[in-house]
C-alpha cells in the first residue's frame, strides 16, 4: 500500500530523484485522541515523478484492525503524514541562517535556540519524549525547528498584528505543525497560542455587549424616572378619585330619575 505525495508547480524545485525521506504517520483515533497510533520509517526512498511515493509504514491486516477501534468514523480514517527529506542540507544559500547545536540532539537555527532551551528548562518532557523514543535526527530537527518557530512567533509579534487575517493563519499553521510533530502534553503553550487566536474575536464580542449593556442601563434610568413620575401622577389621581367619591352614591343606569321621590 502507498501513500501519494503531491508535488504540483508550486514544487517544481523539491528535491526528488536518488532521495530519501523519513516518514512519519500518525493514524488519529477519532473517539479516542490519546490511542492515536504513530508509525515511524526512516531512508524511504523517494521516486522521481509527478508524485512523491513511499511505501505506507503499517501492514494492510493491522491496519484493517483499525476499524473496530475508533479510527474509521463515518467510513473515513485521518491519516497525518509528515515527510522529512534526508541531505537537504541546513543552510539556504539565498537566505543564508546559522544553525548551531541544540542539547547534542540536532542542529537549530541560533535564534530558537534560547527559546527552546527555556521551555526545555520548564518542560523536561519536550527533551525526555525524543530521547525515549529514540527519534532519528531528521525528525528532531523538524520537530524542535516547528517548536522554535513557533516560539519565536509569540515572542516577536504584538497583539495589534493579530488583526490581519493572515498573521492569525500564519500561527495557526504553526500551530498545526507543532501539534502534528509533538504527541504528548502541550497544555503549557496551548492556552497562549489560543488566546491570541481568538482575541480580537473575543474583544470584538465584549466591545459589543459593553455596548448593548450600557444602552440597556440608559433605558432603564429612563424608565425609572418614568415610573416615578407615573407613581407621582398616580398618587394625584387617587386624591381626586376620594375627593369625587365623597356624597357621591352609584346608582343603576335603568333607575327611574325620580325614583324614591314618590313613596
Known amino acids: 500500500m502507498d501513500v501519494y505525495f503531491y508535488s504540483g508547480p508550486d514544487n517544481v524545485n523539491f528535491p526528488v530523484g536518488g532521495r530519501s525521506a523519513n516518514v512519519k504517520l500518525s493514524f488519529l483515533n477519532q473517539l479516542e485522541t490519546k490511542s492515536t ?27 484493517h484492525d483499525l476499524v473496530q477501534d475508533g479510527f474509521f468514523v463515518n ?8 515527510v522529512c527529506v534526508n541531505d537537504l542540507g541546513l543552510l539556504d544559500h539565498n537566505h543564508p541562517r546559522l544553525f548551531v547545536d541544540f542539547m547534542g540532539l540536532c542542529k537549530i537555527q541560533k535564534e530558537y535556540v534560547q527559546l527552546l532551551e527555556k521551555s526545555c528548562a520548564k518542560h523536561p518532557s519536550l527533551v525526555k519524549s525524543h530521547l525515549k523514543r529514540k527519534r532519528s535526527q531528521r525528525f528532531k530537527e523538524c520537530s524542535f525547528s516547528a517548536l522554535g518557530k513557533l516560539l519565536h512567533f509569540l515572542e516577536t509579534k504584538k497583539l495589534r498584528d493579530m488583526m490581519s487575517y493572515d498573521v492569525r493563519q500564519e500561527l495557526q499553521d504553526l500551530w498545526d505543525g507543532v501539534e502534528m510533530r509533538f504527541d504528548y502534553d502541550l ?29 440597556l442601563q440608559e433605558k432603564s434610568k429612563s424608565l425609572k424616572a418614568k415610573a416615578i413620575a407615573m407613581n407621582a401622577d398616580l398618587e394625584i389621581t387617587k386624591k381626586e378619585l376620594a375627593m369625587a367619591e365623597e356624597g357621591f352614591v352609584e346608582r343603576d343606569l335603568d333607575d327611574k330619575i325620580g325614583c324614591g321621590l314618590i313613596p
Open 37 to 63: 497510533i504513530i508509525e515511524e520509517s526512516e531512508n524511504v526512498q523517494l521516486k522521481q515523478g509527478d508524485n512523491v511515493v513511499c511505501s505506507l509504514c503499517m501492514n494492510l491486516e493491522r491496519f
Open 187 to 215: 497544555s503549557w503553550l496551548e492556552p497562549h497560542v489560543k488566546s491570541a487566536l481568538t482575541y480580537f474575536e473575543k474583544a470584538t464580542k465584549v466591545k459589543k455587549l459593553k455596548g448593548d449593556v450600557a444602552d
Open 75 to 82: 467510513d473515513t480514517c485521518i491519516i497525518v503524514a509528515e
